[in-house]
């Protein structure tokens, strides 16, 4: 979405539908839950590539950025580092993670934008080193990856 090409995601689960980074172009989202029941809008963090849908898509759905969902079980999982408020969703039940711009494709997020920061992505990659290998993560931008894999580039950051 948008010209940063951030990642939007739409999950169903047991015909409930969350919207996971509504960052750009509202209409096209809107256009893609036709039929689906809308049941929450998941942010990773608030950076404006992420969020730049979010007030119209609210609107439109009449919703506000979700927490919890009634029916669908996931985990939030607090990893700062690249923003102060970054945050995973863990699907447990179908070992897919959604992490924003927290890990990628081959690399990690950076830390040098306004409330970044190195010591606190190190201690949230440590974190998240303690969750199953074949989890598979869906990012903030590019594509989808596998956590055992990328936890072989962290040694990278320490």
């Given amino acids: 979405m948008g010209p940063l090409e951030e990642n939007c995601y739409i999950v169903t689960i047991n015909n409930k539908s969350l919207i996971i980074d509504p960052g750009d172009d509202a209409r096209k989202i809107i256009k893609a839950c036709n039929n689906l029941n809308i049941v929450g809008i998941?942010?990773?963090?608030h950076h404006f590539?992420?969020?730049?849908?979010l007030n119209e898509i609210e609107k439109h759905f009449n919703l506000k950025e979700s927490k919890t969902v009634?029916?669908?079980?996931?985990?939030?999982?607090?990893?700062?580092?690249?923003?102060?408020d970054s945050v995973s969703y863990y699907f447990k039940n179908y070992k897919v993670m959604f992490?924003?711009?927290?890990?990628?494709?081959?690399?990690?997020?950076?830390?040098?934008?306004?409330?970044?920061?190195l010591n606190d992505m190190l201690d949230s990659?440590?974190?998240?080193?303690?969750?199953?290998?074949?989890?598979?993560?869906y990012p903030g931008h590019g594509l989808h990856t596998i956590l055992g894999k990328e936890k072989l580039n962290f040694k990278n950051y320490f």
Wanted: aromatic share 8%.
């Fill in 70 to 84: 009634d029916g669908i079980d996931f985990v939030i999982i607090k990893n700062p580092g690249h923003s102060v």
């Fill in 42 to 45: 998941l942010i990773t963090h």
């Fill in 99 to 117: 992490v924003g711009d927290f890990i990628f494709n081959g690399s990690i997020g950076r830390t040098d934008l306004p409330t970044g920061n």
């Fill in 49 to 53: 590539d992420h969020i730049g849908a």
């Fill in 125 to 137: 990659l440590k974190k998240i080193s303690n969750y199953p290998d074949d989890i598979v993560i």
